[in-house]
């Protein structure tokens, strides 16, 4: 059997739909730089979690989804102990030369779950947890601003119907084998680079 969907739901989020309809209109011009961040404190036993490159590898979709595919440039990964990765950071090179970096951690209060990307004539500003998004043009001007009042919950109960009308043979901006393929990939070169 061939793969349908991966469960990547930060594609189902208000802010990141309206952040891809912002790049895919040319609104901020050519994408030059962009930050995603996820950080998050977590203090579960290890046997309970992932190190945060697998278990935050959402961020590493959310890049790839939004500015195309990368290869990593470096990265540092934070492991006390020589135990599970609690911190690390992620330089990606997309087509272009536009570059990305993706924080993650165990480590952070409150949460923070925000994203900034670059563009030759604006700036998309994301934050996910508070459910804003904003659309700034060069000179500071805000151009577009959406406040969703979605949940968590209603994203997942999206995403469950993508992955059934996906199985229907349906088009959906859900996460296919292929992309879930190189953010794996990604993620693996990070976890070698960082001896894991």
Request: negative net charge.
């Amino acid at each position: 059997s061939n793969v349908q969907m991966v469960g990547f739901n930060l594609r189902f989020h208000a802010c990141v739909k309206q952040a891809k309809e912002w790049l895919d209109a040319g609104l901020i011009g050519n994408p030059i730089w962009a930050n995603f961040t996820c950080a998050q404190f977590n203090n579960k036993p290890s046997y309970q979690r992932d190190g945060v490159i697998l278990n935050w590898s959402h961020e590493i979709d959310l890049a790839l989804y939004l500015l195309g595919p990368a290869q990593v440039v470096q990265s540092f990964t934070r492991r006390p102990d020589k135990g599970p990765d609690d911190m690390t950071d992620i330089m990606l090179l997309h087509e272009d030369s536009v570059s990305s970096s993706i924080h993650l951690d165990y480590l952070t209060k409150p949460e923070i779950r925000q994203s900034i990307i670059v563009g030759t004539n604006a700036t998309i500003i994301m934050d996910l947890v508070n459910r804003n998004a904003w659309l700034r043009a060069a000179d500071g001007e805000i151009i577009d601003h959406l406040q969703s009042h979605e949940t968590w919950n209603d994203n997942y109960v999206e995403e469950m119907q993508a992955f059934l009308d996906r199985i229907d043979g349906k088009q959906t901006i859900g996460c296919t084998g292929q992309e879930g393929l190189e953010v794996l990939e990604i993620c693996l070169e990070v976890r070698k680079l960082a001896g894991l």
